[in-house]
């Protein structure tokens, strides 16, 4: 049986991070989030100088989360089926199409059933995405790492 001394001084913070695949996983997942917080805020923003309602706020964040709820069961499935990287890609693609809707309609004042129209499609896109990034923690590395590595993807996702 080895001392706690001995245990901790093997143990690496950054065994996870040694991985290039998993390093791109990382940074691709921390600057998603940062975007996504940036894009709220704007939007809210935005929603809220031109429409001065609480309630328009209110359904920003409901129209992206029944997507995710409604369709989890269903996601969640596809990310054990298909290749989880090209769920990923694509959903990835499908917000960043959403998010240029959004901006050529902040642009142009468009309506607002057209960006609720752009959120959907975003909400729609997260649902997918999320547990495809998630199962790909497990394919970029070594089982021994695994937990090191969900530490790091948890922190990632607190951005």
């Known amino acids: ?57 209110g359904l920003v964040g409901l129209v992206q989360v029944l997507p995710v709820i409604g369709l989890s069961l269903v996601a969640g499935h596809a990310a054990d089926r298909f290749d989880r990287k090209r769920i990923a890609v694509l959903t990835m693609m499908a917000v960043a199409l959403g998010a240029l809707g959004l901006a050529l309609l902040s642009y142009l004042s468009g309506p607002l059933v057209l960006i609720f129209g752009c959120l959907l499609v975003i909400g729609v896109a997260r649902a997918f995405q999320s547990p495809a990034l998630s199962s790909l923690l497990a394919q970029v590395v070594p089982s021994e790492h695994f937990s090191n590595a969900a530490t790091w993807e948890s922190s990632a996702w607190q951005a």
Do not use: C, K
């Not at 001995?6 to 991985?19: E, I, V």
């Not at 695949?21 to 989030?33: E, K, P, S, Y």
């Not at 940036?38 to 031109?50: D, P, S, T």
């Open 1 to 57: 049986m080895s001392s706690p001394e001995a245990t901790a001084a093997r143990h690496d913070p950054f065994a996870a991070l040694r991985f290039r695949d998993f390093r791109l996983l990382i940074g691709g997942t921390f600057l998603t989030v940062v975007g996504e917080q940036m894009l709220n805020v704007a939007l809210g923003w935005e929603l809220y100088e031109r429409t001065s309602s609480p309630l328009v706020l």
